[in-house]
């Protein structure tokens, strides 16, 4: 079983760039797609991202994901932070019997 | 409408056991793959169990094997987890989640969760 490690938190401005990162401790990051959720406080997680870099419809196009093998890493990039966007973020992947989530990256917009 | 509804969460005394259901609509429940997903009180996500569309392939996490069982009625489209031998680290809120994409793997939607406490 492999393991998804994020910051626990990260700080920025509103207008900013923020980039959360989402290390994959063995095997592949590019062998199983990786999906990002963002979770508000008392609410279900909503997914941000899936397949890596692909954003369901509604969510804005300041949310984007990529992966670089490189460094066996994800990442997840909010441009034009909004106050709106300060929730956690948990990124997830999977293999074939087993679903694994991040620790989660608390996200604070100040 | 894509709604999940979980039910059956509650205070339960360590050893004890407790079934949670999880309604779905708005979706052909019986043609997706259907998961547990919990989270403790101030923790993270944590992936609980999978089963497949017609229940025949199922998976577990290593912390509930053995003691917990999912299930599924697809005529009543509903999904259920059996928990036995409760612990006080299952504490958590509990979540059903429509496994997602042509390939699966990951979740959505989710529903709002039900909650369950291990607590004598």
């Known amino acids: 079983n492999f393991m998804l490690t994020q910051p626990h938190s990260v700080s920025e401005s509103p207008g900013k760039t923020v980039t959360i990162s989402c290390t994959r401790s063995s095997g592949s990051i590019a062998s199983n797609y990786v999906q990002w959720y963002q979770q508000r406080p008392g609410s279900a997680p909503t997914t941000v991202i899936y397949?890596?870099?692909?954003?369901p419809s509604g969510v804005p196009d300041r949310f984007s994901g990529s992966i670089d093998s490189s460094s066996n890493s994800a990442s997840l990039t909010i441009s034009g932070l909004k106050t709106e966007d300060e929730a956690d973020y948990y990124c997830?992947?999977?293999?074939?019997?087993?679903?694994?989530f991040g620790g989660g990256t608390k996200l604070t917009v100040l | 409408e894509v709604q999940l509804v979980e039910s059956g969460g509650g205070l339960v005394q360590p050893g004890g056991s407790l079934r949670l259901s999880c309604a779905a609509s708005g979706f052909t429940f019986s043609s997706y793959e259907m998961n547990w997903v919990r989270q403790a009180p101030g923790k993270g996500l944590e992936w609980v169990s999978y089963?497949?569309?017609?229940?025949?392939?199922?998976y577990y996490a290593d912390s509930v094997k053995g003691r917990f069982t999912i299930s599924r009625d697809n005529a009543k489209n509903s999904l259920y987890l059996q928990m036995n031998s409760l612990r006080a680290e299952d504490t958590a809120v509990y979540y059903c989640?429509?496994?997602?994409?042509?390939?699966?793997?990951?979740?959505?939607?989710w529903g709002q969760g039900t909650l369950v406490t291990v607590s004598s």
């Open positions: 997830q992947s999977y293999d074939s019997s087993k679903r694994v």
């Open positions: 089963i497949s569309s017609s229940g025949s392939t199922i």
């Open positions: 397949e890596d870099n692909q954003r």
């Open positions: 989640a429509r496994e997602a994409g042509p390939l699966g793997g990951w979740f959505d939607p």
